[in-house]
């Protein structure tokens, strides 16, 4: 039985989509005026990761993740840049697709912009104006947080609580302009020279909150079944969207509420952030780092605990993931001299580690108790594959359930292309074996040392020596 954590009741609680076998589920999506930054796509990889397992289940998951492509941000960065708000957003948006997919991030099915949407946006304003629940103001309009009864619910703070917080993202200007401090701007008057759109209350673009509202609904059905994001959303974007939206339908708006962990550096464990300016960029680390290593030291890590980045943790991950390619290549190897058909106990064993590990994962997605299984399952493969006698099924189900596994934490297992076939190298293998056979371990020791220098690593295993690239 799948279990996620709701953030709305704080508790976990029994996965059951609205339609069986089908997963409608909405992740907030980056701003578009910059690179992403790895806290950014701990984001994108963990939900990309409960995806991928959704599917392995055997739910249909439409996943939709949007752009915010118009905000102050960009607008900004535009003018820095010397070119238009639509050029930014094109020139992010572009490297936000060629970084996710380097780390192996699923396209969205859909990928919808706010400024695509605009007519809905309008028209979803409109709405809460004659409900009563959002007012105009200098052309401006701005919703009644206190008018709608549960604000608050999903941060778990009373309306007075979170008025502080609400200060920190309230520019001067809107203050006199409100009728709450509360309150916050569903659609903001443009100034002079900025990108804007036409609309009952004059030109304008939409605030940041409303778009989720109308793109999620609107692509999606009015009650989401799973709506994620990062902590720092949970207030106040997560808990406007909510306001906004079942005042609106007049239905629940999200079932499961999931919300990811941090991404800290340094000694403070301090919050990565573009605010901070404490940020790595996903754009700049794939230049020295295997992306499939970044990606595998962050869909290990459980999606709800922080994550600390540093060098020594990415060195483990590599460690970890060069454990289980070696593992996946050994078996590989002793294809070559495996006999014919199954065997029994080999079958019963990878379903009792199948089994285990959907456990694992049917709590709450916990990769951590997930990848442990998968270690042990790297453990047997290679008692295995040093056993004398091996059989081809065998090794084959070995292989295919790491693939399988893997492929949930987005790491693509693939027989490894640094195995060598030179026929000079094998024949310097030869010679030190029969050296070793003579006892002239000064020559095979020579042999060994001059093959590393060029980058060969021998293996001595029962059933010969390998070699293969450092």
């Known amino acids: 039985m799948l279990t996620i954590y709701n953030t709305l009741t704080r508790k976990k609680e029994e996965f059951k989509p609205l339609h069986p076998g089908v997963v409608n589920m909405y992740v907030c999506g980056p701003t578009v005026y910059n690179y992403i930054h790895i806290g950014n796509a701990r984001s994108a990889i963990a939900f990309d990761t409960v995806r991928r397992y959704l599917e392995f289940k055997g739910y249909k998951v439409n996943y939709v993740s949007n752009f915010t492509d118009v905000d102050d941000k960009m607008i900004k960065a535009a003018h820095e840049q010397g070119i238009t708000v639509p050029q930014l957003a094109d020139k992010y948006i572009q490297a936000f697709m060629e970084d996710t997919k380097a780390i192996n991030i699923e396209p969205a099915t859909l990928h919808p912009r706010a400024t695509e949407n605009i007519e809905d946006i309008v028209k979803f304003i409109a709405d809460l104006v004659?409900?009563?629940?959002?007012?105009?103001?200098?052309?401006?309009?701005?919703?009644?947080?206190?008018?709608?009864?549960?604000?608050?619910?999903?941060?778990?703070?009373?309306?007075?609580?979170?008025?502080?917080?609400?200060?920190?993202?309230?520019?001067?200007?809107?203050?006199?302009?409100?009728?709450?401090?509360?309150?916050?701007?569903?659609?903001?008057?443009?100034?002079?020279?900025?990108?804007?759109?036409?609309s009952p209350w004059g030109k304008g673009r939409p605030g940041w909150h409303i778009e989720c509202s109308v793109m999620s609904t609107k692509y999606l059905g009015k009650t989401l079944d799973i709506h994620a994001g990062?902590?720092?959303?949970?207030?106040?974007?997560?808990?406007?969207?909510?306001?906004?939206?079942?005042?609106?339908?007049?239905?629940?708006?999200?079932?499961?509420?999931?919300?990811?962990?941090f991404v800290t550096i340094g000694k403070d464990n301090e919050k990565m952030s573009k605010s901070l300016h404490n940020f790595i960029t996903v754009h700049d680390i794939i230049k020295e780092v295997d992306p499939q290593v970044l990606r595998f030291f962050m869909a290990?890590?459980?999606?709800?605990?922080?994550?600390?980045?540093?060098?020594?943790?990415?060195?483990?991950?590599?460690?970890?993931?060069?454990?289980?390619?070696?593992?996946?290549?050994?078996?590989?190897?002793?294809?070559?001299?495996?006999?014919?058909?199954?065997?029994?106990?080999?079958?019963?064993?990878?379903?009792?580690?199948?089994?285990?590990?959907?456990?694992?994962?049917?709590?709450?997605?916990?990769?951590?108790?997930?990848?442990?299984?998968?270690?042990?399952?790297?453990?047997?493969?290679n008692v295995y594959a040093q056993q004398e006698t091996v059989h081809q099924d065998a090794l084959a189900a070995y292989k295919a359930t790491l693939q399988e596994l893997l492929s949930i934490f987005g790491v693509e297992l693939t027989a490894s292309d640094n195995q060598i076939d030179d026929e000079q190298i094998k024949q310097l293998i030869e010679e030190r074996n029969q050296a070793r056979k003579n006892r002239d371990f000064?020559?095979?020791?020579?042999?060994?040392?001059?093959?590393?220098?060029?980058?060969?690593?021998?293996?001595?295993?029962?059933?010969?020596?390998?070699?293969?690239?450092?």
């Open 130 to 198: 004659e409900k009563g629940y959002a007012y105009a103001k200098d052309g401006d309009v701005y919703y009644r947080a206190r008018k709608f009864k549960h604000y608050g619910q999903l941060s778990g703070q009373s309306i007075d609580d979170l008025e502080v917080g609400a200060s920190e993202h309230v520019s001067a200007d809107e203050v006199d302009k409100k009728e709450d401090p509360m309150d916050f701007a569903l659609w903001k008057a443009a100034k002079p020279g900025e990108i804007s759109w036409n």
């Open 230 to 261: 990062g902590q720092d959303l949970e207030f106040p974007h997560h808990e406007n969207e909510i306001a906004q939206s079942e005042a609106e339908t007049g239905q629940k708006f999200v079932r499961y509420w999931m919300h990811n962990g």
């Open 442 to 470: 000064a020559r095979s020791d020579q042999i060994r040392d001059d093959l590393k220098k060029q980058g060969i690593i021998l293996e001595d295993t029962p059933q010969g020596t390998r070699y293969k690239k450092e």
């Open 300 to 381: 290990t890590t459980q999606y709800r605990r922080p994550i600390q980045y540093s060098k020594a943790n990415l060195v483990d991950a590599q460690n970890n993931l060069d454990h289980i390619q070696t593992a996946y290549d050994n078996l590989t190897y002793r294809q070559k001299d495996a006999l014919a058909g199954g065997d029994d106990q080999v079958e019963a064993q990878l379903a009792d580690f199948k089994h285990r590990f959907i456990t694992a994962m049917d709590d709450d997605i916990n990769v951590q108790n997930g990848i442990a299984v998968v270690y042990e399952l790297v453990k047997a493969a």
